[in-house]
């Protein structure tokens, strides 16, 4: 008998295929290209869709959950499961969703009094947060209790490290995170950013590497220096329409040098494919607290 739901949203960047096999609940998050809305349906083949469009000029616009809508969501999981719900926020140094969460528990409570709502600051993006969703998934099937798998995902949080790179800084110019000439400087030298999570959530470039291969030697370098046990772990690897070739090299090769016990490689959705355009791919694993 499951003593929690778990729930997040479609930013979590786990297929939907799997969310339903694992029971994680995630909210089908809204994005709007030319002012016609679409929703995330956490599918690759939609994925690639998305990404063809951002290629030819699409400027995609992503929104937040809003407290009603968290409410909505809350109600619909509860009257079916009735059970407390633990809810897995992108981090709240990245998007207003979080604060929503929190804003939005009170309200539901009014409408049923009787359940139980926690809300996890996950702190991190994409499959960062998803990671933390498995993991409340396996803590709920081995039968913890909600308090205990908050307890458990606030610890471990902290731990989960991810490393990005991209060869197209155009469209992390149009999110705010580099400058203009920031962006002329780097495509004219090659130049491809090494990106991660501070451990408040924030999206920083931590170094600049030139050329991609150069960029996947030096993630590797820190997965060598940051990881905790590989071999008792699976290593997240996401990417925003990369070459599938290419993929397959970087999780072969993460596999090959550190043993992790198997990789899982998933799409990055919309909501944050909105934000890194494509051409982008992350690894994501437990290791040393993040600074």
């Known amino acids: 008998m499951y003593k929690f739901s778990v729930a997040t949203d479609s930013g979590c960047d786990l297929p939907a295929g799997f969310c339903s096999e694992r029971k994680i609940h995630a909210y089908p998050m809204k994005y709007e290209i030319d002012e016609v809305e679409y929703t995330d349906k956490m599918d690759p083949e939609d994925c690639v869709k998305f990404y063809d469009l951002m290629r030819n000029g699409a400027v995609p616009k992503t929104s937040q959950m809003n407290p009603l809508e968290f409410v909505d969501f809350w109600t619909e999981l509860y009257d079916s499961e009735h059970l407390p719900i633990v809810h897995v926020a992108m981090g709240s140094a990245i998007s207003g969703t979080c604060a929503n969460a929190k804003i939005a528990v009170d309200l539901f409570l009014e409408q049923r009094s009787d359940a139980k709502v926690f809300v996890v600051d996950s702190t991190l993006a994409s ?165």
């Open 127 to 291: 499959i960062g947060y998803g990671m933390l969703c498995v993991k409340a998934a396996d803590m709920r099937d081995a039968g913890s209790t909600p308090e205990e798998c908050v307890a458990d995902l606030e610890n471990r949080k902290k731990n989960i490290n991810t490393y990005y790179t991209t060869n197209d800084l155009k469209y992390l110019y149009r999110s705010g995170r580099v400058s203009k000439a920031g962006v002329i400087v780097a495509t004219a030298l090659n130049i491809n950013p090494i990106l991660n999570l501070d451990k408040e959530g924030k999206l920083i470039v931590q170094e600049k590497i030139r050329g991609r291969k150069n960029a996947f030697e030096r993630i590797y370098a820190i997965v060598k220096e940051l990881v905790i046990a590989p071999e008792t772990q699976t290593v997240y690897i996401c990417h925003s329409d990369c070459r599938p070739e290419e993929v397959r090299s970087f999780s072969d090769t993460l596999l090959e040098r550190f043993h992790f016990k198997g990789s899982f490689i998933s799409y990055i959705g919309p909501t944050i494919g909105s934000h890194s355009g494509p051409g982008l791919i992350a690894a994501f694993f437990e290791g040393q607290p993040r600074f």
